[in-house]
Structure formats: structure tokens, C-alpha cells
């Protein structure tokens, strides 16, 4: 099912855009899915009722059950080498006919291989690993294996981050909707400290680098007075998407280790290539103490992810930080294995980094024509075009937003929106040129008729 694209949606009460486009979009097979999936699952929040129903995903396209094609400049960024890589399916066919599943008690080569595999192309001397089967339960170990070097218990995280929907990852996510509700009351010792750029930053600055260096002096001032936090966990690049500024995690990095406190960077989203870079944090020049890793790690196809920690911080042998049915599981470690295969052979990483170089100069062309476009932003193929009623006061345009969605995905384009007013754009790393000019130019006229 092709999930609901814009963030700011209450599934439980569908917006009047949401509900004309399906009316006027959707045909009777369509719907019936829909009703089904509707009785048969669960609730919540941007996940169900869904938008609409997918029958095919190939490359950058999803088609829905219709036949209608659409790029999927979203994808929950597990689509990296695109959808279905041949290549990522022949080695998943071939390992479930030699060995399907190990034991975690039991070595196998696929999982030694990728461990040894991630340990050669994370940054710094990180080199430890162990595999979980979703970003969130990654986070966790990772807060674990903190509390367990470090003998402290508390966590630091930003506002407005998601790092996961477990309880202790939503106590560290600081988006509201995982916070509220039934989550509630979370895991104790989670702080939160308010992030570092934007035009609504709370530190009363839209300037990037004053915002990075009032955001280090908070973490600084938190750290100096609460001597029991064991981790600063934080995406190096902030999803909506927002840039660090210039020296911004050394000096974080810096305080860090002036405290104690081990650093650990969320690269779920944005590892293995997304940015331009093999890791986001590799831009700043900052390795972390412990880096998460997941959703493309598995080709499109498989759920798997990894923690990958210095060797010092190898402190735990005498707990259990996951036992994870499948935490060497010979098939999804294969899939992981050969999906970094492919982002290095077909040079993904670079080709993300140029085609997003392209992507950004176009931005600021639509941003000189359209007053609408308040700002835009990003690195590699993580893009943002944020969408304001008045570029003097910067007032966010939540309707705008939503209706551009609409009017794309009428047009075969189809991504988020994050904070409301951001058409957040994250292509897979096969995408040319010319498909990503195509789909801006899309955005474009979306934006221009109002």
C-alpha cells in the first residue's frame, strides 16, 4: 500500500483535499482495496486509512493498481539502488538456497562479510557491529550500549527528531506525534534540546550559523549541569531537511568529549550515500562514537539494520543488548552486502552528490521566480523546498504545501511534506538528471498556479 505522503495529515479525519483527490482519482478496484486494508489494520496516524493502493515498484516508479506511474521522490528512503535491483534479487534467491536462516549463536559468511563490509566504510575506527531488524530497535542498542561504557543513563536529542516508535526511541524522537497519546508516559532521562537551524528557529535567529552556535552553547549548558547523560543522539543532517552549519558538530563533538558524553549519529535516513557522501556525517569531517544505520541497508526489499560502535566501546559482553531472532540472518545480511556492492559499482554516491548539485541550482532558479518559495535546501538527493504566504515574515503555507502534493501526484510525481510546509524531496540514487529536472519542473507549475 502507497502509505499517506504528507506528515501533516490526521488520517482519523481526512482533509477535504485528500478526500476530493481520492474521489476524483481512485477507480472502484481501488477503493475496494482500500476499504479492506481500512478494516484490516490497525489505525494510525499517516499510515492508515492510506492514500491510495500500489500494485508495481520498479526502479524510481511505484504504479498503482490503475496503472498510473508515479516517481517516488519519497520511499521511506529504503530505495537507494531503486526498487526490485536485480542483483540485490538474484544473491536473496540464491542465499535462501544455500543457508535461509543461521541462529545468532551460530557464525555464517553473509553476516561476517557485511560486518566486516560496514566496518571498512564507516567513518572514523568504527568497526563493532550487531544487526537489528528496524531503525528503532538500532537506536536502542546503541542508548544501551552507552549506558553500558559510559555508567550513566540519560539521553540528549533534538526537538522535532525521529529516531524511531519504540518507547525509548520516541522518548529520544522529539516530533510530537510520537510523544503524545498512548506513548505517553515515556522513558525516563530523555532530554531534549532545541535543534539548530530554520526560519521558525527558537533561537530567535534565522541566520544558520548563529543558530548553530546558540544550539552548541545549549548542549554545552545542559552537559555542564547534568552529569548523567551517557549520549547526544542526533541526525548529522536534520531530515526536514536542515544543513549544519560550518563547524557545527566539531564543536559539538568538542563538548561531547569535554563531558564524557558519547555521540552517536541517526543515519537511518541518510547513510549510504543519500547526501552525496557514503555517511552524512562525512561533510562535517566528524565521526561519531556510534553511528544507526538501516532502511536502504536492505536493497528495498528486506528490513535490516545496524549499530556500529568503536572497538573501546565493546564493554558488554556480559549483557544482552538485543538477541535478535534474526541478528545474523543469512539472507537479509546478503541483501545489505550486496546492496553496498551496487551503490560502489554503479558509482550511486557520486552520481547523487552531482544530480543533487543540479537539483539545488534549479531550486533557486523556481525560488527567483515564485515568491511562494520561502527557502530551499539540502544535501545530495535529500531536498526541501520550503513553502511561506510571505517571504518577509517567513509564515509557513501548510495549504499550499498540500495542494502541490495533490497536483503532483496528478501528474505522476508523488514525495512528503515534513513541518507542514516543507515538499521534502528524497529521490532514490539511480535517478538521472533529467528525471529529477522533470519532476521539479512538475513541482514548478504546481507551485505557480497557486
Partial sequence: MLRAVAESESDTNLTDRRADWQARSLDARTRHLLDRDTSAFLHQSVSTPCLNAIAKAEGIWIEDVAGRRYMDFHGNNVHHIGYGHPRVKRVIAEQMDTLPFAPRRYACEPALALAEKLGE???GTLSKVLFTTGGSDAVEVAVKLARAATGKHKTLSFWDAFHGAGFGASAMSGEVLFRS???APLVAGALQVAPFGGYRCPYGTSNPEESGAACARMIDYILSHDTDVACLIAEPTRAVPYIPPPG?????RRICDLHGVLLIFDEIPTGLGKTGRMFSCDHDGVAPDIVVMGKALGGGILPIAAVIARPELDVGGAWAFGHYTHEKNPVTTRAALETIAVIEDEELVDKAALVGSAALTRMEEMKARLPAIGDVRGR?????????????TRE???DLAETVLYRCLDEGVSFKTTMGNVLTLTPPLVVTEAQ?????????KAIAAG
Fill in 121 to 123: 566504510i564507516s567513518p
Fill in 181 to 183: 497519546g498512548p506513548a
Fill in 248 to 252: 557545527f558538530w566539531a564543536e559539538v
Fill in 380 to 392: 545530495g538527493l535529500l531536498l526541501g523546498l520550503e513553502l511561506v504566504r510571505d517571504r518577509d
Fill in 396 to 398: 509557513p503555507d501548510g
Fill in 436 to 444: 529529477m529536472m522533470q519532476a521539479l519542473s512538475v513541482i514548478e
